[in-house]
């Protein structure tokens, strides 16, 4: 196609791709998992921020002995000041079950990235309350099926 033809409009429409497809914007990668919010157990309500991981660690019932601590979790995304932006901020927990299964529960949730910490309410409704809310603890004693009830009835 020479210049003239592009300049007089003889040219043919763009032929688009299977590639240039226009797609779903894809969801960022997180790496903690955010539990529902839960009220504060008593023995949790009176204790400030500094005591809070040592009280969870005493009253954490998972057989997958829970790794509870304060953390600071970072993107990959820059800010405007280039340096990398905080995804979360505050006491974070990573177990054996957490570590195997965040990637089948990340991807789940539309994540291309595995989860590698859960949240403050994750730990009190499930690390220091009942496990088997856990959806890492469900898939790695295979009682997944059995959570995916529950969770649609109290979703439904």
């Keep these: 196609m020479g210049l003239l033809d592009r300049l007089f ?21 997180k790496q903690v998992y955010e539990g529902r919010p839960c009220e504060l157990p008593e023995w949790a309500a009176r204790l400030d921020q500094s005591h809070l991981v040592d009280e969870c ?3 954490s019932v998972c057989k997958f002995t829970p790794h509870i601590e304060v953390k600071k979790i970072m993107t990959t995304r820059t800010g405007l000041d ?5 995804e979360y901020e505050g006491i974070a927990v990573d177990c054996g079950a957490t570590r195997t299964y965040g990637k089948q529960v990340a991807q789940r949730d539309g994540y291309m990235q595995p ?8 730990i009190l409704a ?7 809310k856990c959806v890492f603890y ?5 009682d997944d099926k059995e959570l995916n009830k529950r969770m649609k009835r109290v979703d439904g």
Aim: with cysteine.
């Design 9 to 29: 409009g003889k040219q043919k429409a763009p032929v688009r791709s299977a590639r240039s497809k226009p797609s779903e914007p894809k969801k960022i990668a």
């Design 57 to 59: 660690i005493q009253h």
């Design 82 to 86: 280039g340096n990398l932006e905080a």
């Design 115 to 122: 989860y590698r910490y859960a949240d403050l309410n994750h």
């Design 126 to 132: 499930c690390c220091c309350d009942k496990p088997r």
């Design 138 to 142: 469900a898939l790695a004693t295979g």
